[in-house]
């Protein structure tokens, strides 16, 4: 259904999930017209050769707000997403469309749902189709030379961040009013900072990985990205089987956090630096109680991620027989990172596991003194991308912008961004991580901090 002569025009770009649904609720628009402003937004802002949708399920999506519509005309009750448009980076299966991970030669038809993006249809979400992401999920930059890489909604001369690069790009576009997307060691928080907007990192075991097409079965996590941490607790708690249950206004006042005086500071460029510091000024004059701390844990976690770290590793067992038989396929830079994992022995490997295990347990004594961590969640502005042209720029900045968001996949923690930059600059995130398992406290106190730092 087209949007109807003389209706005003659904505003995608600014829109909350409860927002949407309001509206949809008291009839000012259909799930019908609401996708079509999505289709729109898709016609008008992608760019074939850098492609923010690698595929588009029109059909299906259509069919599916249509029968939202006549169960609404109907008076059936609906579920907790019911005609919200929603979008799937191209890692999770969607029964009867291929999933390719970014690469251009492998791709698998997938059988049936994974398991999160079952629950989303339950809850009545749309699913608009497969975004773009860097090649199986391996960089925090979100170049891929196979279908082109998305550029920054808010500042089109740089990336938009990785991998999840199309999902952060079609919410910040208007081409779905949330996205989900996978995390890594940053991959939902990168790209929604770098595009202004929210993005959280749960704890790994409360997000099933079920028909998700993985990169590291240590640190794989699975995430949402959208408008405000209201809009990512509904999906999170549809993708982890539960009831979202609007959270009661937290008071910062007298909460405890702690800004690490080592590690997520350094090489922080100045323009980040002063967001950071303005979003502490602010919290601080909301009564929340900032410490500047060492935190021992941290300085630890480079030797975790030597020659590749768990990633390199468990990529690698992943990929080796098909690195052997169709290696010059890859993008050689994602392919080159895979590779250093034939390097690591089982031994290497099982010890990575076990100090893991140790650094945890230490990560969770801690934050147990605080409400939580608080870092820049990127600590440079989004590159330009002709700065990544070379390889040896490529690999350094790509290192930086995954640092700060990598602590929170290392240690299983669970961690928020929120954008904290001021109206004209370039966007960047303020981070929140919380201790394991706190998932729920964390978005609680996420949305307290959202609402002082639009003062």
């Not at 999505?38 to 923010?52: E, G, K, Y």
């Not at 291929?98 to 989303?120: C, E, F, N, P, Y």
């Not at 729920?440 to 003062?455: N, P, R, Y």
Request: hydrophobic content about 40%; aromatic content about 6%; charged content about 20%.
């Amino acid at each position: 259904m087209k949007q109807q002569p003389g209706q005003p025009p659904i505003e995608l770009t600014e829109a909350s999930l409860s927002s949407l649904l309001a509206a949809l609720q008291q009839n000012k628009f259909t799930a019908s017209q609401l996708l079509e402003a999505c289709l729109s937004n898709i016609d008008q802002f992608d760019d074939p050769a850098n492609q923010v949708y690698t595929a588009r399920f029109d059909r299906t999506a259509r069919a599916e707000a249509a029968a939202i519509d006549t169960l609404q005309q109907g008076r059936v009750p609906l579920g907790e997403l019911a005609g919200l448009p929603i979008a799937l980076k191209v890692l999770f299966d969607v029964a009867g469309e291929v999933t390719h991970s970014g690469s251009k030669w492998w791709s698998q038809q997938a059988q049936s749902d994974a398991l999160i993006v079952s629950r989303l249809r339950r809850a009545g979400a749309v699913i608009t189709g497969h975004t773009n992401m860097t090649e199986f999920a391996y960089s925090g930059l979100g170049l891929n030379p196979h279908y082109g890489t998305p550029a920054n909604p808010l500042a089109p001369s740089r990336i938009s961040g990785g991998s999840s690069s199309g999902a952060a790009a079609a919410v910040a576009f208007g081409m779905a009013a949330a996205a989900i997307g996978s995390d890594t060691g940053g991959s939902v928080r990168i790209p929604a900072a770098f595009c202004g907007l929210v993005g959280f990192k749960p704890t790994q075991k409360r997000i099933p990985r079920d028909g998700v097409f993985p990169l590291s079965q240590s640190l794989d996590s699975i995430g949402p990205i959208a408008r405000t941490v209201e809009c990512c607790a509904r999906l999170d708690a549809v993708m982890a089987g539960e009831s979202w249950q609007k959270n009661n206004s937290v008071d910062l006042r007298g909460r405890r956090f702690v800004v690490p005086a080592n590690y997520m500071l350094d090489d922080v460029s100045p323009a980040v630096a002063a967001a950071f510091a303005g979003s502490l000024r602010k919290l601080r004059e909301s009564g929340a109680q900032i410490v500047e701390a060492q935190i021992p844990v941290l300085d630890a976690l480079p030797d975790l991620m030597l020659n590749g770290g768990l990633a390199a590793a468990e990529s690698y067992h992943v990929h080796r027989h098909w690195l052997q038989q169709r290696g010059d396929e890859y993008d050689p830079r994602v392919r080159e990172r895979m590779l250093r994992g034939s390097g690591i022995s089982a031994a290497d490997y099982l010890d990575l596991l076990q100090r893991r295990v140790a650094l945890k347990k230490q990560a969770d004594q801690w934050l147990s003194a605080y409400d939580g961590l608080l870092a820049p969640t990127v600590v440079i502005e989004p590159p330009l991308l002709t700065e990544l042209e070379s390889d040896a720029e490529y690999l350094r900045l790509n290192l930086l912008v995954l640092r700060n968001p990598t602590v929170a996949n290392l240690l299983d923690l669970c961690a928020i961004t929120l954008p904290n930059h001021q109206p004209g600059d370039l966007p960047s995130g303020l981070m929140l991580v919380g201790r394991h398992g706190s998932d729920s406290t964390v978005l609680g106190v996420a949305q307290a901090m959202e609402q002082v730092l639009k003062q």
